[in-house]
């Protein structure tokens, strides 16, 4: 089914709003920072259905109340959101989730949380499949109505999020899958040709491409990114592996490293990959939603990413971008002939997925313009600034990226002096949570050693920041 590349935004907003005066989620809320109280029951208006998905009721015979009766109770805690662009000042965004009380999680690597509203529409998808079944999965209903009109929008909505056709996108159960797709299907690798990854990216994108090596007779080559490192360092490294690797075939390169959250100057380093004759994959997972970026700016053919990351969609959800004249280039997932073969979809493998997930994509992407892409990467980077700032001049913490904004968003990892072993950084870790209620994440596989992984989340107050900084303050020398 040929699909329509929406229009696309034609301005991109700009932060309008500070960063939050310090508060503190754990102690009773003050003064003008007290949330706010649920409006009376008769103000409350639930989530309006779509009207399809009243034809589908009615055909179905399912009926509105039984639909409703999963998804109304998460709507009557909260008045429905509204969804406009640049409607969310970001100064509001942790008033727009539901988070456990208690801790401070600056663990929003790993996935991010729903806001509420986005849940709510979760819940109702998750309530209309469990009713309509195969009446709506089999798309036998009049009208059109039914899995493959929301599995095509929802491909839209993610096009017109990243910038490019519907066509070239297709959904994957995670960003893993799709980046396994990519590299392990990439047809014009031959035996003898080399390819190319890093320490800083992906773990289990490093595993495939070893998978080249002992399936398919690729030459592996891997290298360390520099460290401290810098634009120029960063270029020079990429510019030196190429080089002596005069052999190379396909690149990886990882947009924002899950490991210390180092961001790539990947246009640059796609250029200088094709000036000799190596196609580059890009993974993501971490740029998409986070940075305000669109994927022309890559200049990259491959591209994969988490839409349960940054863009807060449901847990299962992941994209895939092929450039439209590049589709060749990509095998067939295990001979998955349920598009023709000039659908992006036959490069992701065939079978269930989870219908109520993908069909809640368009909107988390709604939510993602409300908030703005340029507003929501300042943000992000400014909690960050915030906990880096303060404990800059305590010397047994080292930063594990550089101080130039343009090489660093959200995730920041950092290392204690004497923290050379993973099991040194376990027990960092561990003494956060236990000690100070806040929960990161200890990352090895980093050449210079382990670190200790940031991430503030969209749900964030500057007081989870500043109290990562008291207790940097209170434990820099407990490996000494």
Not at 100 to 111: D, K, R, S
Not at 168 to 179: F, H, K, N, V
Not at 204 to 231: D, N, Q, S
Request: aromatic residues 6%; proline residues 8%; hydrophobic residues 45%.
């Amino acid at each position: 089914m040929p699909a329509v590349a929406p229009s696309l935004p034609k301005t991109r907003p700009l932060c309008r709003q500070p960063l939050r005066p310090q508060s503190d989620r754990l102690a009773p809320p003050i003064g003008s920072w007290a949330a706010p109280s649920p409006p009376p029951a008769n103000q409350r208006t639930p989530m309006p259905l779509a009207p399809s998905r009243r034809h589908l009721l009615s055909v179905a015979g399912l009926g509105a109340p039984a639909l409703l009766a999963g998804g109304a109770r998460a709507d009557a805690s909260s008045p429905a959101t509204s969804l406009t662009p640049d409607s969310i000042p970001v100064a509001e965004l942790h008033r727009q989730f539901d988070v456990e009380p208690g801790y401070h999680n600056l663990e929003a690597g790993y996935w991010s949380m729903m806001p509420r509203v986005v849940a709510q529409a979760f819940a109702r998808n998750t309530a209309m499949v469990n009713r309509a079944n195969a009446i709506w999965a089999r798309n036998v209903l009049p009208g059109g109505e039914g899995w493959t009109s929301a599995f095509r929008a929802a491909e839209a909505a993610i096009a017109r999020l990243v910038g490019c056709g519907a066509d070239e996108i297709a959904i994957a159960r995670s960003g893993a899958d799709a980046l396994q797709m990519l590299i392990t299907n990439y047809k014009p690798l031959k035996a003898g040709d080399g390819v190319i990854c890093c320490d800083l990216d992906y773990d289990t994108m490093i595993a495939a491409m070893r998978w080249l090596g002992t399936h398919k007779g690729a030459k592996v080559v891997e290298f360390a990114m520099p460290e401290p490192a810098t634009t120029a360092n960063i270029l020079a490294a990429y510019e030196d592996v190429l080089k002596r690797t005069p052999e190379a075939k396909l690149l990886l390169v990882t947009q924002v490293s899950n490991k210390t959250g180092l961001v790539t100057p990947v246009r640059e380093i796609v250029a200088m990959a094709r000036a000799r004759g190596v196609d580059t994959i890009v993974d993501a997972a971490h740029g998409v939603a986070c940075l305000d970026f669109q994927l022309e700016d890559l200049g990259a053919d491959f591209v994969g990413w988490s839409v349960h990351k940054w863009t807060s969609a449901p847990l299962g959800t992941g994209a895939m971008y092929v450039r439209k004249s590049r589709l060749s280039d990509i095998d067939i997932a295990f001979e998955n002939r349920n598009f023709p073969d000039d659908d992006i979809n036959t490069r992701i493998p065939s079978g269930t997925v989870n219908f109520a997930a993908v069909m809640t994509i368009p909107t988390a992407v709604d939510f993602h313009f409300a908030v703005g892409g340029a507003a929501k990467e300042r943000h992000m980077r400014g909690l960050r600034d915030r906990w880096v700032n303060a404990v800059r001049e305590l010397a047994n913490v080292e930063i594990c990226v550089p101080d130039d904004p343009a090489r660093y968003c959200a995730i920041t990892s950092f290392r204690l002096k004497g923290m050379t072993t993973d099991e040194a950084a376990r027990r960092v870790q561990k003494r956060l949570f236990d000690a100070h209620r806040i929960h990161t994440i200890w990352r090895g596989g980093v050449r210079k050693g382990p670190v200790i992984r940031v991430t503030p989340g969209l749900f964030s107050t500057p007081a989870d920041v500043d109290a990562l900084a008291k207790a940097l303050r209170a434990e820099q020398a407990m490996l000494l």
